[in-house]
């Protein structure tokens, strides 16, 4: 389905003037007929009240980043897309299935991520949105590529950029969004792992890389716009960006992994202490060797490395002891 584009340039307020006055000249007729007894002209002028009012539905009036999808007939007659006030055929009637249908998202506000208002009586109701609008669904629980189960959520900025494919081409293009993004999410998260992961890739090239969920956020939420937007390019929709809003483990391996980050850290800082301590040691003991500060046997290089390894590795200060004898 293409989308036609009707450009009536703002009609509506020469016919509203004219139709304004030919009722306004069958109710005089009606009263001049009436004191004449023209008894077949009363007739044609109350027959015109009766209908007159018909054409006033072909008025429609459209703000700025709006649009009107327009059938006649159940073919498909054109989109009005402009602002301004128009008169098409009182005959065209506006469509828009997505018209009940309230995503959790700005300017589509309810109290859940999908949910059903009431419907409105009026072509009002059936204006189809041309602003920059910000679907953010439910946090999802989703496994990641190592099997650790991640929740995660995203906020996705979007548009119509074709109405008749929005209309005509999906049953609901809101809800049609929704579960596209889900399932994009879902398809994407499933190839990276939480955090850095030895042997994984992430880019399909064959060799391993350092992408992970937490740390490669940028590039994760380009490839769910990507995703997202080869899904929707049928129902008329363009994807702008895609952003990561909420990220972390599940509930039930959250106190796990904390565990694991914590004794990954523990590890990592042990490693570093030992590696300076043991640097400070060769430093002293080249020291005291070039200043021959003190001539140190095997025996005692080893109880002052041991004493200084003590020191310098330990997690509380050291106590020192005074030995005022000898070693041997």
Known sequence: MKE???RYHGNGMLFLMIFSLLYIAAIALVCYFSFSNFEIGVIIAVIYLCIGWFPFFGLKILKP??????????KYHGTLKDQGFYFVNPLCVAVNPAANTKLGQSGDVSGSALAIVPNKANYEGKKISLKIMTLNNSRQKINDCLGNPVEIGI???WRVIDTAKAVFNVDNYKEYLS???DSALRDVVKIYP????????????G???EGSLRGSSEVVASRIKEEIQKRVEDAGIEILEARITYLAYAPEIAAVMLQRQQASAIIDARK???EGAVGMVEMAL?????NDIVNLDEERKAAMVSNLLVVLCGNHDAQPVVNSGSLY
């Open 4 to 6: 036609k584009v009707l």
């Open 65 to 74: 980043g709006e649009a009107l999808v327009l059938t006649l007939f159940g």
């Open 155 to 157: 906020a996705v900025m």
């Open 179 to 181: 579960l596209q993004c």
């Open 194 to 205: 939480y955090d850095i992961a030895p042997n994984v890739d992430t880019t399909g090239d």
């Open 207 to 209: 060799i391993p890389d």
């Open 272 to 274: 570093m202490i030992v």
């Open 286 to 290: 080249e020291r005291l060797n070039e």
